[in-house]
C-alpha cells in the first residue's frame, strides 16, 4: 500500500498567517490527491481535488500543489473557521491511504 | 441536494456481527461507486472499502477483508456494512461517501459510531 506521510502533526498560527502542509507519498501518484478538513464531530470536507484544483465553495485562500510524490496545502490568509484538522487522501490505487492529519491550533 | 445517512451502529460484542446501512438520496446512486472511511475515536481517517456502481467490484482494506461486506441495492438507494467477528480495533464512526466526479470524495455522511466492547 501507499504510504501518505503528512507533517507536521500540528502547529500553532494566528489569524492572517499563511500555513504550509505537506505530504508525500511512498510512490508516485500522479496527481491522484485530495485535501480534506474536518472540524470536531464532523464529516470531513474536501477542499482540493486532483491535487491542485479548489472544490466548489470552498474559499479560494486554500490551494493545492505537487505532483508525484510531494505535495503541499496552503492557506494564505488563516482565518477563524479554518482552525481543524487537516488530511490528504491517495486515490491513485487501492488501497486508498490517508495521511496522519495536521490539526492547526490558535497561537 | 445529495445526502448520505447512515445508521445502524451500536454497542456490541466481540465476536459479534453488525450491519450498517447508508442512505442516499440527491442522486442517482447506481451511477457512481461508493466508498466507506472510518475514524476510530481521537484517531486519524482510515479508508475501508470501495464498491463498483454495480456492486460487481469490491475492494477492501486489508484490515478489513475477510471480515467485512460490501453491498449495495440501487433499487433502494441504499448501501450496507456487513460486519461480523468484530474486533476492539474496529470502534469507530463510519461514513459512506460519494466521489465527487472523477476525484476526490465529495459527499460524505454524518457517520455512525460503532463501539465493539465486551
Known amino acids: 500500500a501507499i504510504q501518505m506521510t503528512q507533517s507536521p502533526s500540528s502547529l500553532s498560527a494566528s489569524v492572517g498567517d499563511r500555513v504550509t502542509i505537506t505530504c508525500r507519498a511512498s510512490?508516485?501518484?500522479?496527481?491522484?490527491l485530495g485535501w480534506y478538513q474536518q472540524k470536531p464531530g464532523k464529516a470531513p470536507k474536501l477542499l482540493i481535488y486532483?491535487?491542485?484544483k479548489l472544490e466548489s465553495g470552498v474559499p479560494s485562500r486554500f490551494s493545492g500543489s505537487g505532483s508525484g510524490t510531494d505535495f503541499t496545502l496552503t492557506i494564505s490568509s488563516l482565518q477563524p473557521e479554518d482552525f481543524a484538522v487537516y488530511y490528504c487522501l491517495q486515490d491513485y490505487n487501492y488501497p486508498w491511504t490517508f495521511g496522519q492529519g495536521t490539526k492547526v491550533e490558535i497561537k | 441536494q445529495v445526502q448520505l445517512v447512515e445508521s445502524g451502529g451500536g454497542v456490541v460484542q466481540p465476536g459479534r456481527s453488525l450491519r450498517l446501512s447508508c442512505v442516499a438520496s440527491g442522486f442517482t446512486l447506481s451511477s457512481f461507486a461508493m466508498h466507506w472511511v472510518r475514524q476510530a475515536p481521537g484517531k486519524g481517517l482510515e479508508w475501508v472499502a470501495l464498491i463498483s456502481y454495480d456492486g460487481s467490484n469490491k475492494i477492501y482494506a486489508d484490515s478489513v477483508k475477510g471480515r467485512f461486506t460490501f453491498s449495495r441495492d440501487n433499487s433502494k438507494n441504499t448501501l450496507y456494512l456487513q460486519m461480523n467477528s468484530l474486533r476492539a480495533e474496529d470502534t469507530a464512526v463510519y461514513y459512506c461517501a460519494r466521489p465527487r466526479y472523477a476525484s476526490g470524495l465529495g459527499y460524505w455522511g454524518q457517520g455512525t459510531l460503532v463501539t465493539v466492547s465486551s
Open positions: 510512490h508516485d501518484i500522479r496527481d491522484d
Open positions: 486532483a491535487a491542485s
